[in-house]
């Protein structure tokens, strides 16, 4: 067992963040359209409360409500050096090995309240580790400066966190004002990270699979033991894109192996895989898999005059057409002599 | 009686005929049975239209052979419309 500490690389969406310098009450070097991700990121996770960060509330003199609330979520790549485990440097999910499980998850941050006087109410901050309907409020905000934070509602979903859910859903923030009156306010966020602690899955799951492997390819996986009580693998591609294989749809299954078709997903890259089960909780990483799409096939038409073939191909942006050559035509005449 | 084709004899390949058309480059190989024996000949450089048929020189031997063409790149095309192969006897045949 030990802890992993997890910090976002990803704005997966942004309402209403701003990114910049707060100067006590007004924010500073505000840049027209918020900021770009990669300086809202730098300031959600940057540990210096004196460097820009990522910004919410009314603007400054001109107190009012619209454009006041912020939403914004964070995601994690699977091929970012973003997990840290036991205090070492941070390694990518890729990296991660096989049979890594979590089994707990914290959302940390700081939060700091800028206003020219200060509001009689104040519950500006809530954090959202998961996508649940109901969100769940960070501490209320009672100070200044405050370090809030969010545990995993292990009620919902009732798995309890998993490995994949934290990759798959990231964390939200939400600054929602409830201040009455019109004072001008402005929330600073910075320092953000998940942290929890994790185990290694004694069974020594290994994906057996060397890819890149395409759609209908056979899957392997082999366990010490433990592999009868799997009921889901779950792959998840880099873009978030995730497909589910249930255990109906896998076509061995001892405690020792097993097997189940690639199905197509529809993405060419690296995915992560997961499994559940029922004697363990959560998901427990299985690794990285390196997936094709097959190319299509077509109707082969004869077109008199065409001097080269014309293939499917998948490319970064869909499938488009290509031609290629006729593969090197011949002709030999009889033999003479005899 | 009149001698009809041959009869094992050993035979020189000393020049091809072509009357061809097309585009790319048509490349020319001499083989002998099974391949055993190759022979590449310069390229012959074809063009749409054309009003000559180039004779490729060879120096090939064996008792029986046959002419092979090929194009290996993308939208190179042929058309041969004639073929002639000039031989000669050298040799009445291979001792067992």
Known sequence: MGVYVLQAD??????????????????????????????????????????????????????????????????????????????????????????????SAQLQITVS??????????????????????????????????????????????????????????????????????????VKAFNAFVIGLYDIVADGFSLDTIGPATNGDTISVSATSGLDTINKVQIQYNDGTTVTIDVTSFVTQTPTSLTFILPFLGFTGTAQLFMQGTSFSGSVLLGSLEVLVENGSGIYEIVPGKTNDTIYVNSGDGPTTQDVKIPNPRWKTGYIGG | VAKQGFNGEILHFNAIRLRVTGS????????????????????????????????????????????????TLINETFNISKIVIFIRPIASGYPG
């Not at chain 1, 942004?14 to 310098?21: D, R």
């Not at chain 1, 964070?74 to 997990?83: A, P, V």
């Not at chain 1, 995993?152 to 798995?159: G, H, K, M, Q, R």
């Open chain 1, 10 to 103: 990803q704005v997966f969406t942004n309402v209403g963040g701003w990114y910049g310098e707060l100067n006590h009450s007004c924010p500073l070097n505000v840049p027209t359209g918020g900021g770009s991700d990669s300086e809202i990121l730098a300031g959600i996770n940057s540990a210096n409360s004196l460097l820009n960060k990522l910004l919410g509330g009314r603007t400054c003199g001109t107190p009012d409500t619209v454009g006041s609330e912020v939403h914004i979520r964070f995601g994690y790549g699977l091929s970012t050096n973003n997990i840290s485990l036991d205090g070492n440097p941070a390694i990518s999910f890729d990296n991660l090995v096989p049979g890594f499980k979590i089994s």
């Open chain 1, 113 to 186: 309240l800028q206003a020219t006087f200060a509001p009689t109410t104040a519950n500006l901050e809530r954090g959202q580790l998961d996508t649940k309907d109901i969100k769940a409020n960070l501490s209320p905000y009672t100070s200044i400066f405050a370090t809030v934070s969010d545990d995993w509602d292990y009620s919902n979903p009732t798995l309890g966190p998993t490995i994949f859910q934290v990759i798959q859903d990231g964390f939200g923030l939400d600054f929602v004002p409830s201040v009455t009156g019109d004072t001008p306010f402005f």
């Open chain 2, 24 to 71: 790319g480059n048509l490349q020319l190989t001499m083989k002998s049975l099974d391949d055993v024996n190759t022979l590449a000949l310069a390229n012959t450089v074809m063009a749409a239209t054309t009003n000559i048929e180039p004779t490729t020189l060879t120096n090939f031997i064996d008792q029986r052979g046959c002419l092979e063409g090929t194009t």
